[in-house]
């Protein structure tokens, strides 16, 4: 079977040089927010163009301590896409506060401007912009927009590690940037992980304060904080795998092309592809098929995995039915979620593998 994700065919000289940075922490005697964690916020602030890096525990909190340094809260509304991980929307109900959900472009499955600014009211204090399955697009034209509407952007970055836009990366755009390390994204660590980056000073002073229990210093707490703190574990394995993450987005890339090359089924749709080359580092390869369900048999039948991002819409989960949306609806949301497939692209897949997922893909039929 060819899987969505194989860590185990990652190279030797990776998992030896892991082997060698965990004995190091285990050695060091220190296993929470110390050298290796400031060390790794250091390098991943500096990759991605900005001043700070602040280690959190998780994707989501690395989101809601962005809107909590931002002051953004109880009273306020955050706009963001309905086809997202429902960690992003979590995370701003988290917050504290009122998550309101915009709809997409169907070519690219990226949030909506012209839906955003049907969702926006006085009481609007935030974007969170999802670069969802690795894409930027258009980061000027919503700089410029927040900036003349006066609303935060936040970038969830939770898959678009080092995507770039003019030759800016991901989260150096907004207010903050949000960023996770759950195992399967592009950066993964070991377990969870997260991180938020900013180029503003005192955001990044709050930030760093929320993460550890709203502390200025130990035991003296200016604000209700969070315990999201990173492991030194967690930050020197990253440490290790982020000497990779040029290599592995380029195979990625590499991977996505063929793709979007071979892939010929009059069935099946691929997303649009990028305007800009670097603007995408695929997380996720997503196709549309109006028939998925059959699809997805069919691919397994021929030994390949896949797997649907998200095949429910923010709007019909259960938590979410009666959050306020687009007047006009979120029925771009609703299609995607109904035929969105996502095929195998982690960097270690062989040539052989890519052919026969494309084989696989152009070989369904419905009879
Ligand atoms: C993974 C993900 C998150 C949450 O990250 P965790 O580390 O799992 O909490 C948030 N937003 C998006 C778009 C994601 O893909």
Redesign the pocket.
């Known amino acids: 079977m060819i899987l969505m994700n194989d860590f185990k065919t990652e190279p030797a000289e990776l998992r030896a040089a892991m082997l060698r940075a965990a004995q190091r922490v285990i050695e060091s005697g220190w296993y929470v927010l110390g050298n290796e964690v400031a060390q790794f916020e250091r390098l991943w602030a500096e990759k991605c163009g900005v001043s700070h890096g602040i280690g959190v525990a ?6 809601e301590i962005s809107l909590r340094a931002l002051n953004v809260g109880p009273g306020d509304e955050v706009v963001t896409t309905a086809m ?2 429902f ?2 929307v979590l ?1 701003i109900h988290r917050s504290g506060a009122t998550p309101v959900l915009a709809d997409i472009d169907p070519d690219t499955a990226l949030l909506s401007l012209e839906s955003v600014k049907r969702c926006l009211g006085p009481r609007t204090k935030a974007i969170v912009l ?3 399955y690795g894409q930027l697009a258009e980061m000027d034209a919503w700089v410029s927009f927040c900036d003349s509407h006066n609303i935060f952007l936040v970038e ?1 970055c ?2 678009a590690h080092l995507a770039s836009w003019n030759g800016r990366f991901a989260g150096s755009f907004g207010a903050m940037g ?1 960023f ?3 195992p ?2 592009n950066l993964g660590a070991l377990g ?3 991180m938020v980056v900013t180029t503003d000073d005192e955001y990044a002073v709050y930030a760093s304060k929320l993460r550890n229990y709203g502390q200025r210093q130990r035991y003296y707490h200016d604000h209700y904080g969070l315990n999201s703190r990173l492991d030194e574990m967690q930050a020197a394995l990253l440490m290790e795998r982020l000497r990779y993450l040029d290599q592995f987005t380029e195979s990625r890339r590499k991977i996505a092309l063929t793709y979007a090359k071979n892939i010929r089924q009059n069935r099946i749709e691929i997303l649009s592809t990028p305007t800009q080359q670097k603007s995408h580092v695929y ?1 996720l390869f997503v196709i549309k098929c109006n028939e998925r369900e059959l699809l997805q048999a069919h691919l397994k039948s021929h030994g390949v995995d896949s797997l649907s991002h998200y095949p429910v819409s923010i709007h019909h989960q259960i938590p979410c039915i009666d959050l306020k949306k687009d007047p006009k609806g979120l029925g771009y949301c609703e299609e995607h979620a109904r035929t969105c497939l996502s095929l195998p692209i982690y960097p270690q897949m062989e040539n052989s593998d890519v052919e026969t997922v494309i084989n696989a893909v152009n070989s369904f039929r419905i009879d």
């Open positions: 998780n994707g989501m909190d690395a989101i997202t991980a960690a992003t995370a999802v670069h969802l969830d939770a898959q949000a996770s390390f759950y399967t994204k969870d992980g997260g997380h």
